[in-house]
């Protein structure tokens, strides 16, 4: 079965019951946010911010479902998005979820232009129902957002073992978590990588290896058809078991140009993480699967993991954490602490690197 999405347009949070009331943790939380998103000027003060927005309450009938919020992009800078879930009949406390503006296609691209602004998805499981609202001072509020529910549905396209070769690590394709490839808007485009990109999706790390095909599925759906991408926006995502999992559409090997950095993506590869690896260490199956991961790609694509990249306009390291090149706090400070041994272990041995740059039989020397 195919994902199914269901929209639910916010309204006037007097139209909802118990949407309104903002404990000061809720008023603190939302000023903070607003800080990375806006110019100092901009920023709503905690005192001033109140709920701009509300859904009514969203029945959830699936396992695992996906929640965001989309709005029109250009308005809603310093938006505020919380949820909150219906479990054994009882709802949980109101909850933040990230709305990263540094994700997403590169502006003066083509799938800019189709984009919606939006919070990142939110991986809920075992809810009956979910409900989001919007904070924010009012001066930006977001126009037209929209509560987006994704159910992944479920796939019988499961072989057991990932594709591999001598060098490739073993990557799990994209219909092995069951992709529906009539969602994608477009065909994909091409461009170079001088480096990678490393995120977290910033969903449970409880999550089952039964549940991660479905994860990736409501994902998926969510870029598509919630944020207007072409696709789902990172290359490649890692599981908390150490699985690679092939992202967008176009070839592991090629320089498929992706949604996961923002201005960055032409010259880049992204790889994301399953799980809030701000609030989590890191499993070190994780860490050695973007090792390998990264260390594959640098051989095919001719960068050095361990060093300097010229990435869009910014010097770089060639491997780096989102926030090293936009206002975020992506991948989380635990995933970012473990950069420094990914790319370690992603460059190749000094014998190897003396093998590759050595001139052959009746080539000049330039070293």
Not at 122 to 142: I, K, W
């Amino acid at each position: 079965m195919s994902p199914h999405n269901t929209f639910v347009d916010l309204v006037a949070p007097t139209l909802v019951p118990g949407a309104q009331a903002l404990a000061r943790a809720d008023r603190a939380g939302a000023a903070s946010r607003a800080v990375a998103a806006t110019a100092s000027s901009a920023r709503p003060a905690a005192p001033s911010v109140r709920v701009t927005g509300a859904s009514r309450v969203a029945t959830v009938s699936a396992p695992i479902v996906v929640v965001g919020v989309t709005w029109r992009e250009g308005t809603g800078r310093a938006t505020s998005v919380q949820y909150r879930a219906r479990t054994m009949g009882r709802w949980s406390a109101w909850s933040f979820i990230d709305a990263d503006p540094e994700h997403g296609p590169d502006r003066a691209s083509a799938e800019a232009k189709t984009a919606r602004a939006g919070s990142d998805p939110l991986v809920v499981a075992d809810a009956t129902a979910v409900q989001v609202r919007t904070l924010g001072d009012g001066t930006l509020a977001p126009a037209q957002p929209t509560l987006m529910v994704v159910d992944p549905g479920t796939s019988a396209a499961a072989p057991p073992a990932g594709l591999v070769s001598a060098s490739r690590p073993v990557i799990y394709t994209r219909a092995q978590w069951g992709a529906d490839e009539r969602l994608r808007r477009a065909a994909p485009a091409y461009g170079a990588v001088k480096g990678a990109f490393v995120h977290h999706t910033v969903n449970a790390n409880s999550y089952s290896a039964s549940q991660v095909p479905a994860i990736i599925r409501a994902i998926y759906a969510y870029h598509v058809k919630g944020r207007g991408w072409d696709d789902i926006g990172y290359n490649f995502l890692i599981d908390r078991f150490g699985r690679t999992w092939e992202g967008r559409y176009g070839g592991m090997d090629k320089p498929v140009i992706g949604a996961h950095t923002l201005d960055h993506n032409a010259y880049s590869f992204g790889a994301s993480a399953i799980g809030n690896f701000d609030v989590a260490a890191v499993p070190s199956a994780m860490t050695a699967a973007f090792t390998r991961l990264i260390g594959w790609k640098a051989q095919i694509h001719q960068f050095r993991p361990d060093g300097i990249s010229n990435i869009s306009g910014d010097t770089l390291r060639s491997v780096s954490g989102h926030r090293d090149a936009n206002g975020t706090s992506c991948p989380g400070r635990y995933l970012y602490a473990r950069l420094p041994t990914i790319r370690a272990g992603a460059a190749p041995a000094p014998e190897a690197a003396v093998a590759e740059h050595r001139p052959r039989r009746g080539q000049p020397q330039s070293w």
